[in-house]
């Protein structure tokens, strides 16, 4: 039985020819050709407001776009985010989409009742994709804005295992090999 893959391409435009929808779409490929199920949620084509308070986040019903993007996560056993290094992190319309999706209830435990992540028997794997040389950001400026998304996000929320993937020096050369590489995960939901 195939794993149930919930792919978020979290590029803020929808043009499937961006990079990141290519990627998207060859993890697809891959777990589909192994078995798996999958439901995809393109950031960049929904729309949702952003959340602008604690109440909002705690007290407020989300829109129907936010409660299909949480159902889709509950059903869901690896999921797939995917965006592009903007300003050293994830791009503001995918944050914003996490701060809804990711609520009490779904990702965390109500307040006063512990920090409980509830989000666990989840896999999560991130492919960020940027301009610099994947060692470059790794090293020299300590990938940060995608450690905090791994720890201060989906750590906090239970996925385990956290997987990564930095694609590199996105706007030079053949991505060819880079997107077979990314279908060969998709085949092992990885």
Not at 59 to 73: H, I, S
Not at 88 to 101: D, H, I, S
Not at 104 to 110: D, F, H, M, Q
Not at 113 to 122: A, N, P, T
Request: include cysteine.
């Amino acid at each position: 039985m195939g794993s149930k893959i919930l792919i978020i391409n979290g590029h803020p435009d929808p043009r499937p020819e961006r990079l990141c929808a290519a990627i998207a779409a060859a993890y697809a490929t891959g777990a589909r050709a192994a078995g798996h199920s999958i439901k995809r949620i393109d950031v960049g084509a929904i729309d949702f407001p952003l959340i602008g308070s604690a109440e909002d986040f705690s007290e407020t019903t989300p829109p129907k776009t936010v409660r299909d993007g949480q159902a889709a996560l509950l059903w869901a056993n690896h999921v797939l985010i995917v965006h592009p290094l903007w300003l050293g992190g994830m791009p503001a319309r995918l944050k914003g989409f996490l701060e809804q999706v990711l609520r009490y209830g779904v990702a965390l435990s109500p307040p006063g009742r512990g920090m409980k992540g509830l989000l666990r028997g989840r896999s999560v794997r991130v492919i960020v994709t940027m301009g610099m040389p994947a060692p470059v950001f790794r090293w020299l400026f300590g990938a940060h804005g995608l450690r905090a998304l791994e720890m201060g996000v989906l750590g906090i929320c239970g996925f385990r295992p956290i997987r990564h993937t930095i694609v590199g020096s996105a706007d030079e050369g053949d991505m060819t090999p880079r997107l077979v590489a990314i279908e060969a995960l998709g085949v092992r939901a990885r």
